[in-house]
């Protein structure tokens, strides 16, 4: 890489540092290391690769993207050879087919495992980074490129007593590698977002009794999970670089063509028929908007698939108070889940639900858990309680850019963020799936973000500049474009961490670009750099 041969480059340890050995970290070390030939330093506090994959190995984990998407397709060969058993990947699966990525393009060479980065401050003097690790290093380089996780930072709720209960406490984001022992046990769940619904339906069968602890009821339909044939994924690899065009292309690039169609400019029997034919097909984001247009922005067309899902949980569960408790009211605005049999699982003898906004958890006792009506006595104590997401491994960093500013400070009121990727007053910061970056299914978006920054750092490299950022105008502008498409869908009215609404005290912010990949894509190649200051002597320039 060229240097400016003066004073304050020399002792430049890296020309980029990447934090992170999910999707993102992995392919950004192969596009800056391999493509572009930079002296890279990777840092990951697990043990090896995996990202959030390899810290949640909880039981019944499963991807609800469809399994020939839920890859990266930069490496023909590398689709060509690609194997599942079913339509969807379970957690072993995936984190095999990472493993597999990170041997082929030899990515652990530039990785440093069982490494937290600790601190990250941008010195002004060198236009270096200065990045420190839990191990007592700092090294520098002129690039960070951050691939933190969307869903990483796991959120434990404090509850009294946590310190006396005599059993066992996990949470499912920190799930032992050995596994846990769950027959024959006394089992608590905390919380029914995405993993809770896999936990409860995986567990169930093996533990002697589950109580399900339900804050919220949650909308949820059949994943359709099946065995593919070899003829079925032969078929797919023969149409990959079509089925590629076209998820990039799309909103939620889950590999379907969204529907056009209104659901209220159709028929009652209409509308029942294309709910039940989605239903029966599987998939949270199918039955969300491959069926009509308008689910996530039309109250109307919101309330029809939502009636949809409270008649069939009416159907399934057969008591009629576990139905009622089970029963959602609120908008169906959240992110879309789809499950295994989750409804099915509460007519188990051994299943019982625990309604906690009814019956609020008091504390934990040496037992088990005390709510407002009882004690519930339990050898093992689950929390699915999700993710501080999207900026919360942000904040946990001590980051600092331009005259020390932290991210915290900037971030106050929600975060903010230029394209998903950059930020002012962080100069040569790059964020894969930071704040206001696409929602959809992720490695897809990861794929477009990566390559830009990779494009980025070398235009940077070619011409010699020595920082980027985005003007403040059009950091300022991006973060009004997030908030108003957002404000035309109904996901803001509905609580949940895709707005922070699930860490108490968090700002209920923006943090996605609700545009869709397409649009997304489209924005950033009109955006070029013009909207960007280089170098902040030679902005004029």
Excluded at 185 to 201: A, D, E, H, L
Excluded at 480 to 497: G, H, N, V, Y
Aim: hydrophobic residues 35%; proline residues 4%; charged residues 25%.
């Amino acid at each position: 890489m060229n240097q400016h041969n003066n004073d304050k480059t020399k002792g430049l340890d890296f020309d980029a540092v990447v934090v992170g050995a999910g999707f993102g970290g992995l392919y950004a070390v192969h596009k800056l290391r391999n493509e572009l030939g930079l002296n890279v330093r990777a840092y990951d506090n697990g043990a090896d690769v995996g990202g959030t994959w390899y810290w949640n190995r909880y039981p019944g984990a499963l991807s609800d993207t469809e399994s020939f998407l839920y890859r990266l397709s930069f490496d023909k060969e590398l689709l060509e050879e690609g194997d599942w058993k079913h339509n969807y990947l379970t957690q072993p699966e995936i984190l095999g087919y990472m493993n597999t990525v990170a041997d082929r393009f030899d990515l652990r060479l530039s990785y440093q495992f069982n490494t937290k980065v600790t601190a990250t401050h941008f010195n002004e003097e060198t236009n270096f980074w200065e990045v420190t690790t839990d191990k007592g290093e700092t090294v520098t380089a002129k690039f960070l490129v951050t691939g933190l996780g969307l869903l990483s930072a796991t959120n434990v709720p404090k509850f009294k007593g946590m310190e006396t209960f005599k059993g066992e406490q996990y949470h499912t984001a920190r799930w032992p590698s050995s596994g846990v022992d769950l027959k024959g046990k006394r089992v608590g769940v905390i919380g029914t977002g995405s993993t809770g619904v896999q936990v409860i339906i995986a567990t169930a069968p093996e533990v002697e009794h589950l109580t399900v602890f339900q804050r919220t009821p949650q909308y949820s339909v059949p994943i359709g999970l099946r065995v593919q044939s070899d003829a079925e994924k032969a078929e797919i690899k023969a149409n990959y670089e079509e089925i590629w065009k076209q998820a990039k292309s799309s909103a939620v690039a889950f590999g379907f063509e969204e529907s056009t169609i209104s659901a209220v400019e159709v028929s009652k029997e209409e509308q029942e028929r294309v709910f039940e034919e989605a239903w029966n097909t599987g998939g949270g984001f199918r039955f969300m908007f491959n069926t009509f247009s308008d689910i996530a922005i039309n109250p109307e067309a919101n309330e029809a698939a939502a009636n949809f899902i409270r008649k069939k949980i009416k159907e399934i569960v057969k008591d009629p108070e576990t139905a009622r408790k089970l029963m959602p009211t609120g908008l169906y605005a959240k992110r879309p889940l789809c499950d295994n049999g989750y409804y099915n699982t509460f007519n188990r003898d051994n299943v019982s639900l625990v309604d906690v906004k009814e019956n609020p958890i008091v504390e934990l006792t040496p037992n088990g858990v005390r709510t407002t009506d009882g004690e519930y006595e339990l050898d093992v104590l689950i929390y699915a309680t999700g993710f501080d997401a999207v900026d919360g491994n942000y904040t946990k960093i001590d980051m600092r850019g331009r005259g020390g500013v932290t991210v915290s400070e900037k971030w106050a009121d929600g975060p903010t963020g230029y394209l998903g990727m950059t930020n002012t007053d962080f100069p040569n910061l790059f964020m894969i799936l930071g704040p206001n970056g696409p929602f959809t299914n992720l490695p897809p978006s990861i794929e477009t973000q990566v390559e830009w920054i990779t494009d980025t750092v070398k235009y940077m490299v070619d011409k010699g500049f020595s920082t980027i950022e985005p003007t403040v105008e059009a950091e300022n502008d991006w973060v009004e474009t997030c908030r108003s498409i957002a404000d035309m869908t109904l996901f803001p009215k509905a609580e949940s961490w895709i707005f922070g609404a699930n860490i108490p005290g968090k700002k209920n912010a923006v943090y996605f670009y609700l545009g869709g990949l397409g649009n997304y894509r489209k924005a950033l190649e009109e955006a070029g750099y013009k909207n960007f200051v280089f170098d902040h002597a030679m902005a004029n320039v």
